[in-house]
């Protein structure tokens, strides 16, 4: 059982016990028996404690031997206390793991092995789980199938583990150790692939959770497009349990009386940035692009008007003048004759105008007067030149130019989401929590959004999108700046980490995330992504060459379960190859004619040990891990085997408001199930 042999054989009956029977018995008659040997008191003596000490390394070999059989077939959940979750300053606490190497290899293919794969359980063992099933209502033979439902080392029929998978891919190591990855090279972003339910966000929320407790107090930002209770519950606990409850900021879609606000156009440094922002959202295939063309062109002048009028851009506004151009123009129009006191042109053309092919009189007048005597108004003044052309479109034309805008803005404001997308003044004025970028990264804030995209799915994309790209743009303009400014309560500290979380992280792609990831990192955000396969950024993002430019700007692979070879190659392409040995047996025996030594035949028997080369992980490893359990490539290619810890949580009664969005979630979250199911 040790490296030194090329072959290692670590499924066979635990022999070493044997031997250690033989010393002890030896031993035992050294100290009852001496003179049978003919030895002395003292030598025997000496004899015996050698003996004694050589049977109990053979039993301490024999131990790890079934320890190593009885870990191969039953891993069982790593459960942490929550409050027990290591915190360290300058890494980040991944789970309990080892380093995989060529070894770890050959250990598990070995268990593929015909002549060892008795030792291993894999099956399901139907009949007995039948029996069980069939008799555990009866008082004392409860008893036995209890201990046949148990992973008990003494049980041959033990049930599968909860955890799916193939358990032996962690037994292959006793030794375990804490494996973290340092913050330096978390900044380069991480990426956590897996499908559905092999731990994604339970990972997010230790780390979420180590994020929170750290000692450098820093931003905390996380993206939840699925709306999970148990994230936004952690998040909670763990702020107040960090002492940091004032600093959290619960902005959620799904909630809004109790989110917090986001002024969706409030933040930007250069006008065309809500714009952009806005537009992003609408399709942009094919000849869908032209007339988000549009969209961007009527929202950018929209916000350009209302910006030189001294009236707030927000997305209430933007809706009111995308249906109502004419309107806008006639508002903007009448400022500037009232700027240049000759209001009266329009009051005169006014008396004359009459309805024309759904144009308003206000309209047909202001149209009258930029055509006639008003037009020296036009020259040097660009917002009232290009509102001018605008509003001199056939209405019929122009509507179809913007039809793609008015759905997105109608939902985005649609109900109760009005107040908190787009707050009115005396509503941020009212004292209820804004969500401001700005402020989270100056003050050192904590923030969750809950994007409940499984509801509400255009709005959700939309919300996250625009939230996701003011973010970056807002950090970047702070890390060029220096985070100590004007804004009172900014902590004077010129450097600081902006931990970015992002679940389902396909949900909130689109174009514009490609420069983001690129920038991203120049503006001290480090990333980490969860999604489920890559396929799924193929989908955001429309193909393969921007699905390839995004995967290849995460430094750190966490591979959970997979059922996706492409996803899987991803981390199995970035391991070296390694050589695996094994073992032939070849037995035969011969005819002679040599009559004189008597001999009728001749037989021999020899083992060859061949090699061959092997990917150090395979797709099929990846495809079979546990849940909970994964494989990383960190800091330049270190590849360890992980378990992620099941966190205990003990977290007590939370406020009524977080109680019942909590229970509001996971009823949303299981009626979806439910749905699908039937
Ligand atoms: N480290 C772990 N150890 C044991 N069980 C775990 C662990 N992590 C998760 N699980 C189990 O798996 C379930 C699903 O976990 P989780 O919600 O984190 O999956 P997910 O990968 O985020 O799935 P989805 O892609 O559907 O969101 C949990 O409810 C829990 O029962
Ligand atoms: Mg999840």
Not at 120 to 125: A, L, P, Q, S, V
Request: aromatic share 10%; with cysteine.
């Amino acid at each position: 059982m040790s490296d030194k042999y090329q072959i290692e054989v670590l499924l066979r009956p635990a022999v070493e016990f044997y031997a250690a029977i033989v010393t002890f018995a030896a031993a035992f008659i050294l100290l009852q028996l001496p003179q049978v040997l003919m030895m002395p008191p003292v030598v025997a003596g000496g004899c015996a404690a050698f003996f004694i000490l050589l049977g109990l390394y053979d039993v301490w070999r024999g131990c790890r031997i079934l320890r190593y059989r009885r870990r191969m077939s039953r891993e069982k959940p790593l459960q942490i206390n929550n409050k027990r979750v290591p915190v360290y300053d300058d890494r980040l606490y991944l789970g309990e793991g080892f380093e995989w190497g060529q070894k770890h290899t050959q250990r598990y293919i070995d268990t593929f092995d015909n002549q060892y794969k008795h030792y291993i359980k894999r099956e399901e063992y139907y009949t007995v789980r039948k029996i069980e099933k069939g008799l555990k209502k009866l008082p004392v033979i409860k008893l036995l199938t209890r201990f046949t439902g148990s992973y008990s080392m003494f049980n041959p029929w033990p049930p599968r583990s909860t955890l799916f998978g193939d358990s032996c891919l962690h037994g292959v190591e006793g030794r375990r150790r804490a494996q973290s990855i340092g913050l330096r090279e978390r900044r380069q972003h991480m990426y956590f692939a897996g499908t559905t339910g092999t731990g994604k966000t339970e990972a997010l929320e230790m780390l979420v959770m180590q994020d929170i407790h750290r000692s450098s107090q820093d931003v905390v930002i996380v993206f939840d497009p699925k709306g999970s209770a148990s994230l936004m519950q952690t998040m909670y606990a763990e702020a107040h349990r960090a002492g940091r409850g004032d600093d959290l900021v619960i902005f959620h879609l799904g909630f809004p009386d109790v989110s917090a606000m986001y002024d969706a156009t409030g933040n930007y440094t250069r006008i065309t940035e809500i714009a952009s922002r806005l537009a992003r959202q609408l399709p942009g295939d094919g000849e869908s692009a032209v007339f988000r063309e549009f969209g961007w062109q009527f929202i950018n002048l929209i916000v350009r008007v209302c910006d030189a009028m001294g009236e707030p851009a927000n997305l209430n506004a933007i809706k009111r003048y995308i249906s109502d151009m004419g309107g806008l123009m006639c508002r903007y129009g009448k400022h500037q004759l009232r700027k240049s006191e000759r209001l009266s042109l329009f009051d005169t053309a006014l008396n004359k105008a009459k309805e024309d092919r759904g144009r308003t009189r206000e309209e047909v007048a202001m149209l009258a007067v930029l055509a006639g005597e008003g037009s020296d108004l036009l020259d040097g003044n660009d917002i009232l030149r290009d509102l001018y052309e605008t509003a001199r479109m056939d209405p019929g034309y122009y509507r179809k130019l913007v039809a793609s805008v008015r759905p997105l803005l109608d939902k985005m404001t649609s109900g109760q989401l009005d107040l908190i997308m787009s707050p009115s003044t005396e509503a941020i004025k009212s004292g209820r929590q804004l969500l401001d970028w700005e402020q989270v990264i100056r003050r050192r804030q904590i923030v969750y959004v809950g994007l409940d995209a499984m509801a509400e799915h255009m709005v959700a994309q939309a919300t996250g999108k625009a939230m996701l790209s003011d973010l970056v743009a807002t950090a970047s303009r702070i890390y060029k700046e220096g985070v100590l400014g004007d804004i009172p309560g900014g902590i004077p500290d010129e450097s600081f980490n902006v931990w970015l979380h992002m679940d389902e992280v396909d949900a909130l792609m689109g174009d514009e995330f490609i420069p983001m990831v690129n920038k991203i990192r120049g503006a001290g955000v480090g990333v980490a992504a969860y999604s489920q396969t890559v396929q799924d950024f193929e989908v955001a993002l429309g193909n393969r060459a921007k699905r390839d430019v995004v995967t290849s700007n995460f430094n750190s692979l966490v591979m959970f379960r997979i059922k996706n070879t492409e996803t899987a190659s991803l981390l199995t392409d970035q391991v070296p190859k390694v050589k695996t040995v094994s073992m032939i047996n070849i037995t035969q025996a011969r005819d002679t004619d040599n009559m004189l030594d008597g001999s009728v035949f001749v037989s021999s028997n020899e083992d060859r040990v061949t090699s061959v080369e092997t990917d150090m992980i395979t797709p099929n490893m990846v495809m079979s891990l546990p849940t909970g359990h994964a494989f990383a490539s960190i800091e330049g290619g270190r590849i360890i085997k992980l378990n992620f810890p099941w966190r205990v949580r003990n977290y007590g009664d939370f406020p009524d408001s977080i109680r019942q969005m909590g229970d509001a979630m996971r009823r949303r979250y299981q009626s979806r199930a439910e749905w699908y199911d039937a």
